[in-house]
């Protein structure tokens, strides 16, 4: 078979061409051979002559090594991880180092990671080159060819493998109890020795008595593993028997699973994938292990498998979708060093984007080139940039892409960017078949299915046909770095040159360390703000002293940084007509409306760059009104689409119902950070364009909202959205509407890491888990609600605690599961899983968290219709929380009685998944400050993770509906009281978000 239909790696179906059609099994064994045997390669790296290493393939085929390294385990990159490899000299790098006498046939790259970063390889002869190319490409392919289950199944073999090799510290294949003692450590399993010991013998049943091997360690850590909580639900469906019947596996998916259309046939199938033990197989039942392997499997999974699948109407006008948006594409790191490259499309249209940025300039013997403008960051061509797009467009699905073009070149290069695009997009650029619906109407998703769009300038109507070129306006050009904020070019000395560069580095390393100690649940901060007026402070001195020694009234030639950095300019000052604007901020924060974009500033546009921009024109944004034309793009910066949101939501809502509107990242964002893009969808804008290259809240929201279609780069809007008017920052947006109440009881984790900033890694303390819980959406269901606290057990700590949420906008909603380590002075950030509430499956479900092998929560997810005002829910959500969601340790000697604890709970608290006895338990509230508050308060001046809030409940308040959350927290605003709000808000909780 040379051809199938297969599940790629997102578990979503694509048509593939049997790798072994063109391999045959015995030469791409013999390649695995090779390659886990070792060769020693060149490894090419920036600025060195390169270095020679032995690359291996490990034994497990997961991942490549090499050594020596001063790494350690870390030298290695996962199978998983690599995107693609390119034979010969492609890469950056290579070019770099044109000058190496190397022959092509001898090189090849492998990109991997979230940034396609590359790894360059020289072998010493075209042989083994081939070799390694064939073996990468055979591994990939298995990976992309493998079920979820498979890819579940193999993932934990290798983790357990990998386990035991890194606590056998002698390296003799062996683990004795001292060995055990410190992995269990590790493992954050808080034990008796005694147990321990008691395990550590049952399972060492070898001749060798004292150790574990591999395989007897599996027996000790498959008896360390068992589930109460699962056995109990075992039983409770078994009739109190040890093992499940068909029937009664039936009985179980239909009344807690919520399956439709259970069949005998798949009941049975269950048993056969999942029960370990030959004797069930053959009496037809599932066993306690076999039950765990089921629920622990992607079938209970909380994400639906339906949606790894487009599943929503694509035949709805493009406006009608919110589309995966990135800013500022090329870029691998911040906005000011860091490197362009060709690869960050590659990875960014293969994981699902649609909207992609080219920032186009002069660049030298006529060619365009792609670069960050008025900054250092390195320049690619053009030329390459559309190659790549060609080539990675529709790889991983056919939806149309938007090439957003920020054109600054002349006329004539202009003309060589719509030669290059016309000549290697060809067809994909031909609209003149598309169907189109309704007068006046874009086109939809489906009918642009292998199409590329070109968002840019269009020449105005009144200009003949035959003008060959015309004057355009400048005013959104979306993405062009604000005056004060460019590096001017000029014919700088290389020393001065270097030293501009070296403190701007220095600034950066600075900024970027201030995120990586704030809290990683941070907000949109503008915190960096001070950083930058320091930078712009420190160069003007630097280039100051510069000058100066270069003598008095001389011309400095230096790389100078115009203005500054800081966002309101208190003097005033006057610019030149042709960069006038009007981006007063704080008439904004006082509801003054001004205008969009810079004023008086043209370009010239050359006709056939024009007229390759069809649906998608960039028109000037002087506020959000439609002037009935088809197909005007409104590009937005953040700061001033804020206020405007805030203002004028229903016209937001209206306009984007008939074109589209983009937002993008302030230009003082230039650590590269992302804005919430939340409040934006509210308003049904459909370009939110994010840094792709900063992982994050901000990009894990932007993720869970486009799985929810496949990641085909294109969800539906809620039909609120696409017709009629509705305010989504008022009480009750939908006061006809029934609404969802999400009841979700936090049962229990497993195998939860130590916090990965943790200062002593795997040495420090067992950590004190808990969960938190984050609807985010419609401001009326933004809340948070959090479990206790269970000390000393990362491993299988239990909550069994009930969270109610209600939300009246189910579509826009994600669901937010964070799980943090419980520390005195804050806590710390352990992992989280965002998932789409559209996309959340009933039941028990595992919570698997992002990014982390093994580590989930265990949860039941229900959901009801309610009807009625929101008195009713809270009541009800009364009856589940007994005592108060948030005190301070403090509190609990105010009177607030003990939780009763079930008989279940009880039962569970008999196991190694309840925290030591005796143990007092304290429920701290945390709330995360946004940036603007943060600049404004001295008492949470060290972090935002250090920063903890405890709020007794006599003093909470609650902030005015009609006041949003930042400016109540800027302009220090008097809440109003609890108690006065007591008649209507109705008794929810002890605690209120603001």
């Known amino acids: 078979m040379s051809s199938y239909w297969g599940l790629n790696k997102h578990g979503r179906s694509q048509y593939c061409?049997?790798?072994?059609?063109d391999n045959g099994t015995f030469h791409v064994e013999r390649c695995m051979s090779v390659m886990q045997s070792g060769t020693q390669m060149i490894k090419l790296k920036s600025g060195t002559k390169g270095l020679v290493r032995l690359f291996y393939l490990d034994e497990h085929r997961t991942c490549i090594r090499w050594r020596p390294s001063r790494k350690s385990e870390k030298a290695k990159i996962v199978i998983d991880s690599i995107y693609k490899v390119t034979e010969g000299r492609q890469s950056d790098i290579f070019h770099r180092h044109a000058e190496g006498n190397f022959d092509p046939s001898c090189c090849f790259t492998i990109y991997h990671g979230n940034h396609m970063d590359s790894l360059d390889l020289i072998t010493s002869n075209p042989e083994e080159a081939r070799t390694w190319i064939t073996g990468l490409k055979y591994l990939m392919a298995g990976i992309s060819d493998e079920d979820s289950l498979a890819k579940r199944q193999?993932?934990?073999?290798?983790?357990?493998?990998?386990?035991?090799?890194?606590?056998?510290?002698?390296?003799?294949g062996l683990l004795n109890i001292d060995e055990i003692y410190h992995l269990l450590h590790k493992?954050?399993?808080?034990?008796?020795?005694?147990?321990?010991?008691?395990?550590?013998?049952?399972?060492?049943?070898?001749?060798?008595?004292?150790?574990?091997?591999?395989?007897?360690?599996?027996?000790?850590?498959?008896?360390?593993?068992?589930?109460?909580?699962?056995?109990?639900?075992?039983?409770?469906?078994?009739?109190?028997?040890?093992?499940?019947?068909?029937?009664?596996?039936?009985?179980?998916?239909?009344?807690?699973?919520?399956?439709?259309?259970?069949?005998?046939?798949?009941?049975?199938?269950?048993?056969?994938?999942?029960?370990?033990?030959?004797?069930?197989?053959?009496?037809?039942?599932l066993g306690i292990d076999g039950f765990t392997n089921f629920m622990r499997s992607p079938a209970c999974d909380i994400f639906s498998p339906l949606h790894y699948e487009v599943n929503q109407d694509m035949d709805q006008p493009l406006c009608n979708y919110y589309i995966a948006s990135s800013?500022?594409?090329?870029?691998?790191?911040?906005?000011?060093?860091?490197?362009?490259?060709?690869?960050?499309?590659?990875?960014?249209?293969?994981?699902?984007?649609?909207?992609?940025?080219?920032?186009?300039?002069?660049?030298?013997?006529?060619e365009p080139v792609v670069q960050h403008g008025y900054t250092l960051t390195s320049k690619i061509l053009l030329k390459d940039v559309i190659d790549t797009i060609n080539k990675y467009a529709f790889v991983k699905n056919e939806y149309p892409v938007i090439i957003s073009i920020e054109n600054h070149c002349s006329i004539n290069q202009q003309k060589k960017i719509a030669k290059y695009l016309k000549d290697i997009l060809g067809d994909k650029l031909d609209l003149s078949n598309v169907q189109l619906g309704e007068s006046k109407q874009?086109?939809?998703?489906?009918?642009?299915?292998?199409?590329?769009?070109?968002?840019?300038?269009?020449?105005?109507?009144?200009?003949?046909?035959?003008?060959?070129?015309?004057?355009?306006?400048?005013?959104?050009?979306?993405?062009?770095?604000?005056?004060?904020?460019?590096?001017?070019?000029s014919n700088s000395s290389d020393t001065n040159e270097h030293q501009v560069e070296s403190f701007i580095k220095k600034k950066l390393e600075s900024l970027l360390k201030e995120a990586q100690i704030r809290d990683k649940e941070d907000p949109d901060s503008y915190t960096i703000r001070a950083l930058l007026r320091a930078t712009h402070e420190g160069l003007n001195v630097n280039l100051k002293q510069n000058t100066d020694a270069k003598g008095s009234g001389k011309k400095s030639h230096n790389r100078t940084l115009m203005g500054n950095f800081s966002k309101h300019k208190k003097g005033g000052k006057s610019r030149s007509k042709s960069h006038s604007t009007d981006d007063d901020e704080e008439g904004q924060e006082t509801g003054q409306m001004h205008r969009i974009g810079r004023r008086g500033k043209t370009m010239k546009l050359c006709r056939e760059l024009s007229d390759l921009v069809m649906y998608t024109n960039s028109v000037a944004a002087q506020d959000v009104v439609d002037d009935g034309t088809t197909g005007n793009v409104l590009s937005f910066c953040e700061t001033k689409a804020h206020g405007l949101v805030h203002q004028k939501p229903e016209q937001f809502i209206v306009y984007n119902q008939k074109q589209l509107i983009r937002l993008y990242p302030s230009a003082y964002r230039i650590d590269s950070s992302n804005f919430n893009p939340q409040e934006y969808w509210n308003v049904g804008c459909q370009l939110v364009a994010l840094n792709y290259q900063t992982e994050g809240r901000m990009m894990q929201l932007?993720?869970?909202?486009?799985?929810?279609?496949?990641?085909?780069?294109?969800?539906?809007?809620?039909?609120?959205?696409?017709?009629?008017?509705?305010?989504?920052?008022?009480?009750?947006?939908?006061?006809?509407?029934?609404?969802?109440?999400?009841?979700?009881?936090?049962?229990?984790?497993?195998?939860?890491?130590?916090?990965?900033?943790?200062?002593?890694?795997?040495?420090?303390?067992?950590?004190?888990?808990?969960?938190?819980?984050?609807?985010?959406?419609f401001p009326v269901d933004c809340c948070k609600e959090q479990t206790r606290v269970v000390d000393d057990n990362g491993f299988n700590p239990v909550w069994e605690e009930v969270l109610t949420f209600t939300i009246h906008m189910p579509e826009l909603a994600l669901v937010r599961f964070l799980v943090w380590d419980h520390d005195p002075i804050g806590r710390d950030f352990v992992g989280q899983r965002t998932v789409a509430f559209s996309s959340l499956m009933p039941g028990y479900r595992h919570v698997y968290l992002e990014g982390l092998t093994e580590a989930s929560i265990f949860v039941h997810v229900t959901i009801h219709d309610i009807y009625g005002k929101n008195r009713?829910?809270?009541?009800?959500?009364?009856?589940?929380?007994?005592?108060p969601k948030h005190y301070s340790t403090e509190s609990s000697s105010s009177g607030y009685g003990v939780r009763k604890r079930s008989f279940g709970d009880r039962i569970l608290r008999r196991s190694a998944s309840a925290p030591a006895k005796g143990r007092k338990k304290s429920k701290i509230g945390f709330q995360e400050i946004t940036g603007e508050a943060k600049e404004g308060t001295s008492d949470c001046n060290t972090t935002d993770k250090e920063c903890v809030i405890k709020r007794e409940a006599k003093s909470l308040v609650i902030r005015p509906v009609s006041v949003p959350v930042d400016r109540l927290l800027v302009s220090g605003l008097?809440?109003?009281?609890?108690?006065?709000?007591?008649?209507?808000?109705?008794?929810?909780?002890?605690?209120?978000?603001?």
């Open 17 to 21: 061409r049997h790798f072994l059609a």
């Open 154 to 172: 193999r993932t934990h073999d290798h983790w357990m493998k990998q386990t035991f090799e890194e606590a056998d510290k002698n390296g003799d």
């Open 187 to 285: 493992l954050n399993v808080n034990l008796p020795r005694r147990k321990v010991r008691q395990m550590f013998q049952e399972a060492d049943t070898d001749e060798n008595q004292g150790t574990l091997t591999f395989e007897e360690f599996c027996v000790f850590y498959k008896m360390m593993s068992l589930r109460r909580d699962l056995y109990l639900l075992l039983m409770s469906y078994s009739n109190k028997k040890d093992h499940l019947t068909v029937e009664e596996i039936a009985n179980f998916l239909k009344t807690e699973q919520k399956m439709t259309n259970v069949t005998t046939e798949y009941c049975l199938d269950i048993v056969r994938k999942f029960e370990v033990s030959e004797e069930n197989k053959e009496r037809v039942v």
């Open 327 to 366: 800013h500022n594409t090329y870029l691998t790191g911040d906005q000011l060093l860091s490197q362009s490259k060709t690869e960050m499309y590659t990875w960014v249209l293969q994981d699902g984007c649609r909207c992609i940025e080219v920032d186009c300039w002069d660049g030298p013997d006529g």
């Open 442 to 489: 874009l086109p939809s998703p489906q009918s642009l299915k292998g199409k590329i769009l070109i968002k840019g300038k269009k020449l105005p109507h009144h200009l003949g046909a035959d003008a060959e070129e015309g004057d355009v306006s400048d005013e959104d050009s979306a993405d062009e770095i604000e005056d004060d904020c460019k590096l001017k070019n």
């Open 702 to 777: 932007n993720r869970a909202k486009f799985l929810q279609n496949g990641n085909c780069g294109y969800v539906l809007k809620p039909p609120q959205l696409c017709k009629g008017v509705v305010n989504p920052y008022c009480d009750d947006p939908f006061p006809a509407n029934p609404k969802k109440q999400l009841v979700l009881k936090i049962i229990s984790g497993q195998q939860l890491p130590k916090p990965p900033d943790s200062m002593l890694g795997d040495r420090g303390e067992i950590i004190d888990p808990f969960v938190e819980v984050e609807i985010i959406g």
């Open 872 to 883: 009713q829910l809270m009541g009800l959500k009364g009856l589940f929380n007994k005592t």
């Open 974 to 994: 008097t809440p109003l009281a609890l108690d006065s709000v007591n008649d209507t808000k109705g008794n929810e909780s002890n605690s209120v978000q603001i």
